[in-house]
């Protein structure tokens, strides 16, 4: 059987850093048989990929890349606080936001990007909220945390 470790591989992904916290923060804390990541932004190498809203300067197929980076960041804060990802049971939730303008709908196809992630990493489906919002932290068109169940 292969590990989520294998699998992010196959896809031809590598864990990022993790991402520096732009607040009063942590990317991630475990409680009890759960880890709660915090919203993960589509940064890499430490810069914001895109700004902007959805439906406006950032179309639907460019958010739901984003969303990704995202859950690819997600799974790098979950990473840094139980070191084998071999140890993570399954993602029980997935919360998308999504800086929408205000006629855009497909939040839900947007957070796809990110629950497809981890559908094919950690092997299973989750539950989900995905939500349209007005504006996210440094103008990023989406914003996505997690909780994981661990072994």
């Known amino acids: 059987m292969s590990s989520p470790e294998d699998r992010l591989a196959a896809l031809g992904l590598a864990l990022p850093e993790v991402a520096a916290p732009l607040a009063a923060?942590?990317?991630?804390?475990?409680?009890?048989?759960?880890?709660?990541?915090?919203?993960?932004?589509?940064?890499a190498a430490g810069e914001l990929l895109k700004t902007g809203k959805v439906g406006a300067e950032v179309t639907p197929e460019e958010a739901y890349e984003l969303a990704k980076v995202?859950?690819?960041?997600?799974?790098?804060a979950l990473k840094s606080v139980v070191g084998d990802l071999s140890q993570v049971a399954g993602i029980v939730?997935?919360?998308?936001f999504v800086a929408s303008e205000p006629s855009f709908t497909g939040q839900p196809q947007v957070v796809n990007g990110a629950s497809e992630l981890l559908g094919e990493v950690f092997q299973g489906a989750h539950a989900r909220s995905a939500v349209g919002v007005a504006v996210l932290p440094r103008d990023a068109p989406v914003e996505v945390e997690?909780?994981?169940e661990i072994r």
């Open 146 to 148: 997690l909780i994981a």
């Open 93 to 96: 939730k997935v919360v998308g």
């Open 25 to 43: 923060y942590v990317p991630a804390v475990r409680s009890g048989a759960h880890v709660y990541t915090s919203g993960q932004l589509p940064i």
């Open 70 to 76: 995202c859950a690819l960041n997600a799974i790098a």
